[in-house]
């Protein structure tokens, strides 16, 4: 039993050695890239939100502008992460309390298929479809709860499937943009995406940054993935 103790202890120690640390350079200059781009961003985006209120309020689902969800950020700290809603109001509690579509909200991987959801608003498939919905996410960047680039934030569920990489996982700041999402996004599945996230913590740098913003933006104009 003693020995079963050490060799978890061990393993535990060991996976936290293997985090790469990043320098203050980095984290110095992808906090101002953040900040600028996101500032820059939610100005430019402003016709989008007016838009999208006018849709909401005047829609045939009338209800708040943003879907704020409490999604896990750096270190295990929550956050609300803010969305345009595209779904019903309550919608969460809706999934939650229908046993059946819960479970298979789980078995594929913490979605449905927006065809077979019935939270999600016909306006919400226009948003999900163009990931316009995703634009208010700037403001959680310009915040700091996120970062441009980053493994995406997860909902508290789904931190089980990282297992025992998640401090790996949660040692840095959560993104809009990430490995997985131009690697093909709701395509790609657990345990695919865990590696792929986790691959971006071991060789994040400035310019590897750059190149997954821009295969990011190349994937949104291809729509792959999204919904």
């Known amino acids: 039993m003693q020995n079963q103790i050490e060799e978890t202890e061990s393993t535990e120690i060991m996976e936290k050695s293997q ?34 209120w006018i849709a909401n309020r ?16 750096k270190n295990g700290k929550p956050f609300k992460m803010y969305k345009f809603r595209s779904m019903i109001v309550n919608a969460d509690e809706i999934l939650h309390s229908n046993i059946e579509l ?43 709860d996120m970062s ?41 599945g657990y345990p695919e995406r865990c590696d792929l996230e986790l691959s971006y913590v071991d060789h994040a740098s400035y310019w590897y940054d750059v190149k997954i913003m821009f295969k990011n933006i190349i994937s949104i104009f291809k729509n792959t993935g999204a919904y």
């Open 19 to 52: 985090i790469k640390k990043q320098s203050l350079t980095y984290l110095f200059f992808k906090r101002l890239t953040d900040s600028v781009l996101s500032l820059l961003a939610l100005i430019g985006f402003s016709p989008v939100f007016l838009g999208v």
């Open 58 to 73: 005047f829609g045939d689902n009338k209800g708040p502008l943003f879907f704020k969800q409490t999604r896990i950020g």
């Open 102 to 144: 819960y479970e298979k909200y789980v078995e594929n991987n913490y979605k449905l298929e927006p065809d077979e959801d019935p939270r999600i608003t016909k306006l919400g498939r226009w948003l999900r479809r163009t990931s316009i919905d995703e634009i208010p996410q700037f403001i959680n960047i310009l915040k700091g």
């Open 148 to 188: 441009i680039v980053g493994p995406r934030p997860v909902v508290k569920e789904e931190l089980k499937e990282y297992g025992d990489r998640v401090d790996k996982f949660l040692s840095v700041k959560p993104g809009a943009m990430g490995l997985w999402q131009a690697s093909g996004r709701s395509n790609i």
